[in-house]
């Protein structure tokens, strides 16, 4: 068993473990007990998800609470809830609405990783006097020459390091990973063992404050004037239809625009190209119209590595959580920008989202896509 900290026994060890009621950090924490760790649960307030839609078993719901609850009950430690509700609508439902609002297609998972989970909950944990923070995200934490390294999960299809690209040193340091080098099935066999209320619970699949991925209507509870109709235009400016809210639109979308495609073949199917808030217009387009291979970020973290000079960095981008590495260059640009160069031009690069570089499986950082 590798020590959490080194030359640190089990025993003289406080690990505060992020406990969101699943079954991952359930495991964390169900495995650091095990292990003789002086184990600390606890639970954020963030949303009431369950209250406000009558759903149980979301992210951040009364349900989870519970659940977390009982896991600590079973094995024998503390647990606590922090009530960030106010923290989480500022920092993450404000900032969703608001991106929204700029044309744009935001990932406010990152959003609640960079604040209120390692900004405000490392802060509460070190408060605590605990030695570590323990979360169930699945990365590795991996010692290198230059201090510790966040790399990918093992298991591919669970791998969240692009979640996490703000992570700091900093945090990074005080941070880690158990389920890194596992997979969710040796993790549900783990649950499964230790006699877990959480063993069989279903992974949340929705965003926590949006009801069944219905991003519209929290939306027009949180900015009623996002349903402002506007035109649907083509690259010329030619008015093809109408739309009532550029919110219900994003980048590369094809179905739902409501104004067919154009005469001729397949390949003359319209898609959003563009979004502008500004005149509330949906640019569409052929699919040929998608393609890019530069594009700039913004809000740009390095983690550990060395942020590239006027030759560029070599690196390897996620564009999307579920698209593949793409083959890149990286160039400084002005006012803290970054520019983005793919080897060839790809579909579907969305202002809002994220743009997460990495060196093999070392996960170097990254930035917002900004609206070009």
């Not at 969101?20 to 495991?27: A, H, I, M, N, T």
């Not at 530069?294 to 698209?323: C, H, M, W, Y």
Request: proline share 5%.
């Amino acid at each position: 068993m590798q020590l959490l900290i080194p030359h640190k026994s089990p025993s003289e060890t406080l690990v505060v473990v992020a406990m969101s009621g699943g079954v991952d950090s359930s495991v964390v924490a169900g495995l650091l007990h095990e292990q003789g760790y002086k184990v600390i649960g606890i639970t954020l307030q963030l949303y009431d998800y369950g209250m406000a839609v009558g759903k149980k078993g979301a992210c951040c719901a009364g349900q989870d609470i519970y659940d977390a609850k009982m896991v600590a009950d079973k094995l024998g430690f503390p647990h606590y809830v922090f009530d960030y509700e106010s923290r989480f609508k500022q920092d993450v439902i404000d900032d969703f609405a608001d991106s929204y609002m700029r044309g744009e297609t935001p990932v406010p998972c990152v959003k609640c990783n960079q604040t209120v989970k390692f900004r405000d909950l490392v802060q509460a944990a070190r408060e605590l006097g605990a030695d570590c923070l323990a979360t169930g995200h699945y990365v590795q934490r991996v010692d290198g020459p230059m201090g510790a390294e966040m790399h990918a999960g093992a298991d591919a299809n669970r791998d969240q390091s692009y979640f996490l690209f703000t992570t700091t040193q900093d945090q990074l340091d005080f941070l880690r990973f158990p389920l890194g080098h596992l997979s969710k099935t040796e993790t549900r066999a783990m649950a499964t063992r230790m006699g877990l209320i959480t063993a069989d619970k279903p992974d949340s699949q929705d965003i926590c404050f949006v009801p069944n991925g219905d991003y519209a209507s929290v939306l027009l509870k949180l900015r009623p004037h996002a349903a402002d109709p506007g035109d649907i235009v083509d690259q010329a400016g030619n008015v093809l239809g109408t739309h009532e809210g550029i919110i219900h639109y994003t980048i590369g979308q094809r179905k739902g625009l409501g104004i067919g495609g154009r005469e001729g073949s397949e390949s003359e199917a319209l898609y959003v190209i563009k979004l502008d808030p500004d005149k509330r217009q949906v640019i569409v387009g052929p699919k040929s119209a998608l393609g890019k291979d530069q594009f700039f970020i913004r809000e740009v973290n390095f983690l550990g590595a060395t942020p590239p000079g006027a030759d560029g960095l070599r690196v390897a981008v996620k564009i999307r959580s579920q698209q593949p590495l793409l083959p890149a260059t990286i160039y400084p640009d002005s006012d803290g920008k970054f520019k983005v160069v793919l080897d060839e031009p790809r579909a579907s690069i969305a202002p809002g989202q994220a743009c997460v570089f990495y060196d093999g499986a070392r996960m170097l950082g990254g930035g917002w896509i900004m609206r070009g």
